[in-house]
C-alpha cells in the first residue's frame, strides 16, 4: 500500500511542478524582458491598478471569454491573483489549457509576490 501511495504523490508533484512558478522566477522573467511568456493577473481591475506584477496584464477572470482571442496560444501565459487560497487563477489556467493554451499559475498570488519585495506596477 505504502509504495503503492507513493508512486500516486510523485506522479502528482510531478505533475503539479510543471504548472507551478514562484514569484522569484516570474522575477526573472520580468526582470529579462522574457518574451516566451506573458503574465496575466486575473484580479479585478481596481486591484490591478492599484498594483501589480511589473508587464503584467489584466484580465479579470470574469471577463477571460471578451479577451480570449487575443491571447496567443505560441507563448506561456502565467496567471496570478490575489493569493495563495485564490482560485481565480488555477480555474482561468484550467479553462484556457482545455482551449490549448500553455498556462502556469505563479503560486501565491500577488500577495506572496508583495510579501518577497518584489517591485510593483501601478496603473492610473
Not at 507551478?20 to 518574451?35: S, W
Not at 477572470?61 to 501565459?77: E, G, H, M
Not at 484556457?96 to 519585495?117: R, S, T
Request: contains cysteine; charged residues 30%; hydrophobic residues 35%.
Amino acid at each position: 500500500m505504502q509504495n503503492k501511495m507513493n508512486k500516486g504523490a510523485v506522479k502528482f508533484f510531478e505533475e503539479k511542478l510543471k504548472y507551478e512558478i514562484d514569484p522569484y522566477t516570474v522575477r526573472h522573467i520580468v526582470d529579462e524582458k522574457d518574451k516566451n511568456y506573458i503574465i496575466v493577473d486575473v484580479r479585478d481591475s481596481n486591484s490591478y491598478k492599484a498594483g501589480h506584477v511589473p508587464t503584467a496584464i489584466n484580465i479579470p477572470s470574469r471577463d477571460v471569454a471578451k479577451f480570449i482571442n487575443k491571447l496567443p496560444k505560441n507563448k506561456i501565459l502565467i496567471f496570478y491573483c490575489y493569493h495563495v487560497t485564490c482560485f481565480a487563477a488555477p480555474r482561468v489556467a484550467l479553462g484556457l489549457a482545455n482551449k490549448g493554451y500553455k498556462v502556469m499559475e505563479m503560486i501565491g498570488g500577488f500577495d506572496e509576490w508583495q510579501k518577497n519585495g518584489h517591485p510593483v506596477e501601478k496603473s492610473k
